[in-house]
């Protein structure tokens, strides 16, 4: 059985100097209601993947389990790229602690052609939680990776599928920005929504079209800088 997470997230809240900031977008959003869902359905957790010389992508999985209150089911890294021997290393301790706080692993974006058969098998993975558990919440940062100076990068192609297969089960979206403000991280909340997919999309509109849709809903929660490809 795995360890919850969200006790782990809060003490490790706690020792952030200084405190995180932490604003919601609506004045009527309280943090109960956000772990609220409708029809007895999930909420799927959409955030950028930010990072920096000091601060490490595993803070925003940090920060915002200490916050939400629920725990989430995190899609995390499978191990770092280009990092020398840590790169073995990070592909035997990331799966290992994904199955100890009953996270998913996933292969980093973009996709290699050579993990496509464990990339198959994450989403597989995060399909069935999503759709046997009572009240899922599934955390996803769609990126998948770092990008240059912590802006927003264009999602690969499929990411949009994949979300469109999760909101079957988790149709309710909750936007997260995170980003760093003079040493302190800043959390802000955005409004929950639902997709409302345009009608005659082929497959390959309809994954750009949702992917740019989350993107946005990220975009207009983060300081311009950061927008990046979502100014």
């Not at 772990?35 to 957790?45: E, F, M, P, V």
């Not at 191990?79 to 021997?85: C, D, K, Q």
């Not at 909750?174 to 980003?179: C, E, F, N, T, Y």
């Not at 409302?196 to 509109?205: G, Q, R, V, W, Y």
Request: with cysteine; net charge positive.
């Amino acid at each position: 059985m795995a360890i919850p997470f969200r006790p782990i997230a809060r003490l490790l809240f706690t020792l952030l100097h200084p405190a995180p900031s932490v604003d919601f977008l609506s004045d009527t959003l309280s943090v109960p209601e956000l772990g609220q869902t409708a029809s007895n359905r999930g909420t799927l957790i959409t955030t950028n993947h930010f990072s920096a010389p000091d601060f490490r992508a595993w803070w925003i999985t940090i920060t915002i389990s200490a916050v939400y209150p629920a725990n989430i089911h995190w899609v995390v890294t499978s191990g770092w790229e280009n990092s020398g021997w840590l790169t073995g290393f990070t592909h035997w301790l990331f799966p290992f602690g994904s199955k100890v706080l009953g996270f998913t692993p996933m292969p980093a974006m973009p996709p290699n052609p050579a993990e496509s058969s464990h990339r198959a098998r994450a989403v597989r993975q995060v399909l069935s939680y999503a759709s046997h558990a009572v009240h899922p919440v599934v955390g996803l940062a769609p990126e998948g990776a770092d990008t240059p100076g912590g802006v927003l990068g264009k999602l690969p192609p499929g990411v949009g599928r994949f979300i469109t297969l999760l909101s079957e089960y988790c149709p309710q979206i909750l936007p997260v920005g995170v980003w760093k403000d003079n040493g302190q991280i800043r959390l802000k909340f955005g409004q929950p929504y639902r997709l409302s997919l345009p009608a005659d999309l082929t497959a390959k509109e309809r994954d750009r079209w949702v992917g740019d849709t989350v993107m946005q809903r990220i975009a207009a929660l983060l300081p311009y800088p950061f927008r990046g490809d979502y100014q």
